[in-house]
C-alpha cells in the first residue's frame, strides 16, 4: 500500500499546513479548493513558512533553498475534484461541519479511485459518520493534525470498528513519513487531545466568570503552575473561540455531560463575533498583537 500521490482538500490553515509538510517529505501534492482566492491565500502562507524553515540551520530543523524549492515545485492547485482522481491518499481538511464533510465524501468516493486512503482531518465530529458518505469504510481513517502544522509533532490516527488493519497502519506510516509522531485513538467523540483539553478551556471559563482571577493571573498560573506553553485564554484565542464553542457542542451532544457543556460568556463572546487573535479581539485584545491586552473591563461590563 505504498502512498505516492497525496490529495488534501481545503488549504485554509489546516489543508495548507497538511500539503507544505506533504510535499517537504518527498510526496507530489495536489490541494483542493472551492475558489481560487482561497488557494492562492493557503499558497502565500506555504511560500512564507518555506522560506522561515529554508532560513533556519538544518541541524536545527531547517531546509535548504533546493528542498525549499523541490517542496514548492511538488505542490500543485486545483478547483476539479477530478484531479484528485489518482491520489494514494486524500486529506479532508475543510469546515469543521458534519453536512459539508459527508457531502464532500460523497462526491469524492465516486472519483478517487477505489485503493486509495481516505482521512478526515477532523478535531471532534465521529470518523464512523463521516466514513458512512462512502461506499469504502474500511479505507477509511481520521488524521487529526495540529495547528500549526508545519511546527506540531503530533497526530492522532483514528480508527473506526470498519478500518481495515492495513489501511490503519498504512496511516500511521504516512504520519511518521511526513515528521509527525502519531498516536493511536478510538473513534470517541473528542479523541484524547480533545477529550482532555476542552473541559480544561471550558473549565478556565467557568473560573473566570465565578471571580476566581483575573484573565491575566489564571494564564499565569497555568503557565508558571503546571508549566504550560500558554495559559488557557491565550490557547483559546489561538485557536479560535468560534471552534471551541463548535467542539464543546459537539461533545455536550454525545456524552451529556456537564463538563462539555459551553458557559454562557463563551457563547456571548461567539455571537458578537470576538474569536480570538483571527479577528483581533476575544479574551484578548489583539490590535497590537506585540501586546495583547486582557479585556476584562469590556467582559465584566
Not at 492547485?77 to 486529506?91: F, M, N, R, W
Not at 458534519?98 to 477532523?122: H, P, S, Y
Not at 482571577?213 to 499565569?220: V, Y
Request: glycine share 8%.
Amino acid at each position: 500500500m505504498e502512498i505516492r500521490k497525496v490529495g488534501v482538500v481545503g488549504c485554509g490553515l489546516m489543508g495548507s499546513g497538511v500539503a507544505q509538510v506533504s510535499a517537504m517529505a518527498g510526496f507530489e501534492v495536489t490541494v483542493l479548493e472551492a475558489e481560487q482566492r482561497f488557494l492562492d491565500k493557503g499558497f502565500v502562507g506555504i511560500e512564507k513558512l518555506l522560506a522561515k524553515f529554508a532560513e533556519r540551520p538544518v541541524e536545527k530543523g531547517g531546509i535548504t533553498a533546493q528542498q525549499r524549492d523541490a517542496a514548492r515545485a511538488r505542490l500543485k492547485g486545483t478547483l476539479k475534484d477530478e484531479d484528485l482522481a489518482d491520489c494514494d491518499i486524500v486529506i479532508e481538511a475543510i469546515i469543521e461541519n458534519t453536512e459539508e464533510k459527508k457531502k464532500l465524501w460523497a462526491r469524492l468516493d465516486k472519483i478517487v479511485k477505489r485503493e486509495a486512503i481516505l482521512a478526515t482531518n477532523t478535531s471532534s465530529i465521529s470518523v464512523t459518520e463521516l466514513m458512512t458518505a462512502t461506499t469504502r469504510p474500511e479505507r477509511f481513517v481520521g488524521l487529526h493534525f495540529f495547528n500549526p502544522v508545519p511546527l506540531m509533532r503530533l497526530v492522532e490516527v483514528i480508527r473506526t470498528i470498519a478500518t481495515d488493519a492495513a489501511v490503519y497502519e498504512a496511516a500511521i506510516e504516512f504520519g511518521k513519513r511526513v515528521g509527525k509522531v502519531p498516536v493511536r485513538a478510538s473513534d470517541k467523540t473528542g479523541f484524547i487531545v480533545n477529550r482532555l483539553l476542552v473541559p480544561y478551556l471550558l473549565d478556565a471559563v467557568r473560573a473566570y466568570e465565578e471571580g476566581v482571577g483575573s484573565i491575566a493571573d489564571i494564564d499565569l498560573a497555568m503557565k508558571l503552575g503546571c508549566g504550560y506553553p500558554m495559559g488557557p485564554f491565550t490557547l483559546t484565542d489561538f485557536i479560535g473561540l468560534d471552534t471551541i464553542y463548535y467542539v464543546s457542542q459537539v461533545m455536550f451532544d454525545e456524552f451529556r455531560e456537564a463538563r462539555f457543556y459551553a458557559p454562557p460568556l463563551l457563547k456571548r463572546l461567539v455571537l458578537a463575533g470576538w474569536l480570538g487573535r483571527k479577528t483581533g479581539r476575544g479574551f484578548y485584545d489583539y490590535r497590537n498583537p506585540e501586546n495583547p491586552v486582557p479585556q476584562d473591563a469590556a467582559l465584566k461590563g
